[in-house]
């Protein structure tokens, strides 16, 4: 986190807007920092070894002929997927916050972990033309009264003066994903995003951000879109990994 806010000073506008303690247990912060050092010592990492695909940490010996079980028999459209922090714990709980509780300044905290991915050698010195969230449909986007993906992907647009653009559309409202088995989950992405009228993204590289990854299956499909209609590369980044 520190690291990131020395690569651009930028957003000190938060604690304009916020007092300068913890988001989770109101303790002292250094600076412009979110989580005291203690909250933040209790977000899990994800540390390697992990799936160069999708992240999906794995643990014990790595063979040659290793395939991650959250890939194996499945194709994922996105170049990669990668997240520094697993949502468990007390990310899990700041996730959930963020989006049912409606906190809104959660984002700055899950904004900075997103940031952290660009560290990732599967990110780093890579050059990005547009910055898409992933959308909700719209009448979940009403019902929340906000997209998740968007607030953080905001913050990251502009650390990095990069145009945030929403180019796809949800055009099924499905049920809450969690309520299905990761069969069902896949299934019930068919045909569930498309790309905007108007909007064009030949030619892009695109840095495409959700809250979360669980299975990668939403990400996989808005990138599956994305490449359709032309996008060069489809790299996707998240807060936190199931
Ligand atoms: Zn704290
Ligand atoms: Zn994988």
Redesign the pocket.
């Known amino acids: 986190m520190r690291l990131l806010a020395k690569l651009n000073p930028l957003p000190a506008l938060g604690s304009l807007f916020y007092p300068p303690t913890c988001v989770v247990c109101w303790g002292t912060v250094e600076g412009v920092e979110y989580l005291c050092a203690n909250c933040l010592s209790c977000a899990p990492r994800i540390a390697a070894p992990f799936?160069?695909?999708?992240?999906?940490p794995f643990f014990g010996a790595i063979t040659q002929t290793f395939s991650?079980?959250?890939?194996e028999h499945r194709t994922?459209h996105f170049d990669a997927a990668v997240a520094a922090y697993r949502s468990r714990g007390l990310v899990r709980k700041l996730v959930h916050d963020f989006k049912y509780g409606r906190q809104r300044h959660l984002r700055y905290p899950l904004a900075e972990w997103l940031g952290e991915t660009l560290h990732d050698t599967r990110l780093r010195g890579r050059r990005f033309d547009v910055i898409v969230p992933v959308p909700l449909h719209a009448a979940r986007e009403r019902e929340r009264g906000f997209n998740q993906a968007t607030l953080i992907a905001e913050l990251l647009a502009t650390r990095l003066s990069l145009p945030l653009r929403q180019v796809l559309e949800r055009i099924r409202y499905t049920t809450t994903q969690t309520a299905y088995d990761r069969a069902e989950r896949m299934e019930n992405l068919q045909d569930a995003f498309r790309l905007r009228k108007n909007r064009d993204v030949r030619g892009l590289r695109v840095l495409l951000i959700d809250d979360v990854l669980t299975t990668?299956s939403t990400l996989s499909e808005c990138a599956r879109v994305l490449k359709a209609a032309g996008a060069i590369s489809v790299h996707a980044a998240t807060a936190a990994r199931a």
Request: aromatic share 0%.
């Open positions: 799936c160069a695909k999708c992240s999906e991650c079980a959250n890939c994922l990668g």
